[in-house]
């Protein structure tokens, strides 16, 4: 039996045409908002959720409902982190103006930020979000190497830009990905070789396609967690053959940090140096500001500046003085409160807990991960394929009890584990039990 895959926004999406016995008031909402957004308007859940306030780990429906959010990268020091409502609030109300006069905030954060790097990535270009960060760093890419081809994952979502929704396959619901771009599986053993091994001959087979297609190689573009793919974290290094690869072949490495970044896996504050490797360029978004809209490509000044020569290229709103200060606030919470190892402490316990489940439920086929970024398979017992259809009842029944949770893959079958990096061993305990009692009763 073949299985579907699923568009990104599809995961978890509601079904407007299945809100037949919703109550008057939700009903109602619910066709304002179709009629105002139209086709482009995405909703979770089978029954749409009106949220009205949220703090840590925690967010409440317009019912009063307390849901625990199992789901949320975008606030990832917790929601409405007192320290940063502090900084943006003080900062709005004394200073917010585009990005070309002197900002001490500014500088002072870009500093700060750059020396979370290593020392050859020592320029940064502030954005607004993910997607633009991504956006901008194919360009300097594709300037600094000449080329124009680059290799993605087959469930990769890097944002949605036109350039990018080219290299975000799990977007395109009606074609392939352009010509300039090449398609590999996401890491796992194969053909009797390691994971490390597998994917850099992956990444080469794919130079070598674009090549017989006439393009020319320009990067490798990764997720470090490939959270759309299904979250593939281990070995830890394996990336490294991978990276070899591509720089032999006169391409560069991106690494996308908007998910895994500002330590969501534990250990240290990026993903990409959970594999030891330096790559060329690295964008930033979502939890940068902890939900204040900001994101960032840091790279290294030769290719910063080939760029420059050829693209007068200037942002109103990246870096902006608000944007800074909830920046800045952000990597003073992760300091202060430990939140790297807090994240590598509770998200082991929270892997333990859930493979305690898979030896007792077969329709777990897996559980992976590194520190608060956690994915969990669903497949038919009797034949290993992925179980989509049951993922979407196992989120939807979670949140009939209380928890927020998100699917990934490329069949839509692995719940998204990533909480805020406040959450507590309590709330990994309060999540593994709820899972278990829906399994019980299946």
């Known amino acids: ?74 606030p990832s020091v917790g929601h409405c982190h007192p320290r940063v409502v502090e900084a943006v609030a003080r900062q709005i109300g004394e200073l917010n103006i585009h990005t070309r006069y002197l900002s001490r905030v500014v500088e002072s954060y870009s500093e700060e930020l750059l020396s979370k790097f290593p020392a050859a990535l020592s320029n940064v270009v502030l954005t607004c979000t993910g ?94 967690i490939f959270s759309s793919d299904g979250i593939y974290a281990d070995p830890a290094g394996f990336l490294r053959e991978a990276t070899d690869v591509v720089h032999r072949a006169g391409g560069l490495l991106i690494a996308d940090e908007v998910q895994p970044g500002f330590g969501r896996t534990g250990g240290s504050l990026w993903g990409f140096e959970r594999h030891g490797v330096t790559p060329d360029i690295v964008t930033m978004g979502k939890p940068m500001g902890n939900g204040f809209p900001m994101g960032g490509v840091v790279t290294r000044p030769d290719l910063l500046q080939r760029f420059c020569e050829e693209t007068g290229y200037f942002n109103t709103f990246g870096g902006n003085p608000v944007a800074a200060a909830a920046g800045h606030a952000v990597l003073r919470v992760i ?63 979670l949140k009939q009890n209380g928890i927020l949770i998100g699917a990934a893959g490329k069949y839509g079958a692995t719940l998204k584990i990533r909480p805020p990096l406040c959450f507590s061993n309590e709330d990994a305990d309060l999540f593994s039990a709820t899972l278990d009692s829906i399994l019980n009763a299946r």
């Open 131 to 224: 997607s633009e960060s991504n956006d901008l760093a194919m360009r300097i890419a594709r300037i600094g190497t000449g080329a124009e081809g680059f290799v993605v994952t087959e469930a990769a979502y890097h944002g949605n830009t036109a350039l990018v929704t080219e290299i975000s396959p799990s977007s395109l619901r009606k074609r392939k990905p352009a010509p300039f771009v090449a398609v590999i599986p996401a890491p796992a053993p194969r053909d009797g070789m390691s994971v490390a091994a597998s994917f850099a001959a992956s990444v080469e087979q794919a130079i070598n396609e674009l090549k017989s297609r006439g393009i020319k190689f320009a990067a490798l573009v990764v997720d470090t």
């Open 1 to 74: 039996m073949s299985v579907a895959t699923k568009e990104i926004l599809d995961l978890n999406r509601f079904d407007a045409s299945r809100a037949e016995g919703f109550p008057a008031e939700l009903a109602q909402r619910v066709a304002k908002r179709q009629a105002t957004f139209g086709a482009s308007s995405v909703l979770f859940y089978e029954q749409p959720i009106e949220m009205v306030r949220a703090q840590g780990a925690y967010l409440y429906d317009a019912g009063g409902r307390r849901y625990l959010d199992v789901y949320n990268n975008v």
């Open 335 to 397: 300091e202060e409160e430990n939140l790297i190892e807090r994240s590598a402490a509770v998200g082991g316990h929270f892997q333990q807990s859930l493979q305690a489940l898979q030896t007792r439920h077969p329709v777990i086929g897996g559980v992976r991960g590194a520190g608060l970024f956690i994915g969990l398979d669903f497949v038919d017992p009797a034949t290993g394929e992925p179980d989509t259809a049951f993922a979407t009842t196992v989120i939807n029944k």
